[in-house]
């Protein structure tokens, strides 16, 4: 099966929101990635705007209209209303649902589904409705599966920090994949898809892979985008690709 790569675009935005100016420009950098092979583009829009803007949404949902229709358009974000109007605007082939308070510099954990299920479920139903696929941000913790299921989600997504987070140490990622492994195991054995992300790099995309060869999609910001800066983007999205296993 073939590991799909979504480019997550938030850094790119960070880095332009530095100055008040239009670069890098978040559309054009989308727009390489895209000619380079991507599967789709990914954004984390959130409430204070800090890297990704309410704005950029139209633009990279016209992006992909109309130069690249075969792409996919993953927004994540906690489903705030505020949140969810923005996704019924910008139409997103695929919704990532995370648990994150507006305060995180970023995602940190998945959902506590045995918790959480009934806030999600109504929400996921919406989502479906209006044609999304949706995905779960879910923590290395296969007992939280059924329940993940239970809200009537097409995927999870492995949050993969912990296991980033192991780069200096070997056993410890050798553990990390073990608990990767054994949840997705058990959402695949349950029908779900599997996405994986955050903290993903060239050197540990293929050990992971190599555990999960059913993983779907793998989406990657910021390593991606600090090997963009030394190879450029295009160069970068190959060499990614060419680590989830895609003849480039």
Not at 107 to 130: K, T, Y
Request: net charge negative; aromatic share 6%.
């Amino acid at each position: 099966m073939t590991v799909e790569l979504s480019v997550n675009l938030n850094a790119v935005a960070m880095l332009r929101n530095r100055r008040d100016l239009p670069w890098p420009s978040v559309i054009g950098l989308g727009r390489i990635a895209l000619a380079a092979g991507a599967h789709g583009l990914t954004v984390h829009p959130r409430p204070d705007q800090r890297h990704i803007r309410f704005s950029d949404l139209p633009e990279i949902r016209a992006l992909i209209d109309e130069e690249f229709p075969e792409a996919e358009f993953n927004i994540e974000g906690y489903p705030s209303k505020e949140f969810l109007d923005l996704v019924s605007a910008a139409r997103p082939e695929q919704v990532t649902l995370v648990p994150d308070d507006p305060s995180q510099p970023t995602s940190d954990h998945g959902w506590d589904f045995a918790a959480a299920g009934g806030f999600l479920e109504p929400i996921v139903a919406r989502l479906r409705g209006e044609g999304a696929r949706v995905s779960l941000f879910a923590d290395a913790d296969p007992a939280q599966i059924p329940a993940a299921a239970a809200t009537g989600c097409d995927r999870i997504e492995l949050y993969t920090g912990p296991y980033g987070a192991t780069h200096a140490d070997a056993a410890a990622a050798r553990a990390e994949i073990d608990r990767l492994g054994q949840t997705a195991d058990a959402a695949l054995g349950l029908g779900l898809g599997v996405n994986a992300g955050h903290d993903l790099t060239l050197a540990n995309l293929p050990p992971l892979l190599a555990r999960i060869p059913d993983l779907a999609e793998v989406s990657i910001g910021h390593g991606l985008t600090a090997d963009a800066l030394e190879f450029g983007m295009a160069e970068t999205v190959r060499r990614y690709r060419r680590a989830c296993g895609q003849a480039v």
